[in-house]
């Protein structure tokens, strides 16, 4: 595969939240690439980097040193698009239901009202929560909110699905089914899935495992950080 094929490369990545005596290495020198169709599991313990990683692949944060590049998807600001990142926590939008908290990528996209009724339709579906579209989001739980946030990338139909602990707010059962929905949707369309946890049996749902350790990634797999 050439560079060009690749959707991600991060080439000798490290973000520094703060200065001098207070300055944090959350990712350190890191180097990366997501391949079209990929399936990876950003794994590691909490405060480890996983997130500001997924961040910089997103290109919701700018790398202190190094680059990120996207070869692979459209120039800023239609890459915005072809990227969905489901964040730790749901971020929807209190004032509205449900099904527009899904469909808002859409909206906001002048993408016509019965295409984005009938793909939030479809999202929620997957996710098992086409009961609750009329909902606002103080009437969720904390798990179903989860869910929601998920169909919300869903409906998207990214090149690119980023997932933060998806399954962090969620049981067991829920959790693997959430899952079982990622990959089989990006699946149908095509995405490439990247998926941090800390959680082997969510990990051991994708082909390719990363390490992350104290804000370094380890890539090959026989850099084993976790017990």
Wanted: charged content about 20%; glycine content about 12%.
């Amino acid at each position: 595969m050439t560079s060009g094929d690749a959707l991600v490369i991060c080439e000798g990545v490290s973000r520094v939240f703060g200065t001098g005596s207070r300055a944090v290495v959350a990712v350190h020198g890191t180097s990366c690439v997501i391949e079209p169709g990929g399936r990876v599991a950003v794994i590691g313990s909490s405060g480890s980097g996983k997130s500001t990683l997924l961040h910089l692949i997103a290109g919701l944060e700018q790398p202190t040193v190094g680059s990120v590049t996207w070869p692979g998807l459209p120039l800023a600001p239609d890459r915005a698009f072809e990227i969905g990142v489901v964040f730790q926590s749901p971020s929807l939008v209190p004032a509205l239901t449900v099904e527009e908290n899904v469909a808002l990528p859409l909206i906001l996209a002048d993408t016509p009202e019965g295409e984005w009724r009938s793909r939030a339709a479809e999202a929620l579906g997957a996710v098992g929560l086409d009961d609750l579209a009329g909902r606002l989001p103080e009437e969720l739980s904390g798990g179903q909110g989860q869910r929601v946030a998920v169909a919300r990338v869903l409906a998207q139909r990214p090149r690119l699905v980023l997932a933060d602990e998806p399954t962090g707010q969620l049981d067991r059962a829920s959790g693997q089914h959430l899952i079982d929905v990622l990959l089989r949707t990006a699946s149908q369309i095509g995405a490439a899935l990247v998926v941090s946890t800390h959680d082997r049996t969510v990990a051991d749902r994708l082909e390719t495992h990363w390490y992350m350790h104290e804000g370094r990634l380890h890539t090959s797999s026989g850099e084993r950080i976790l017990s």
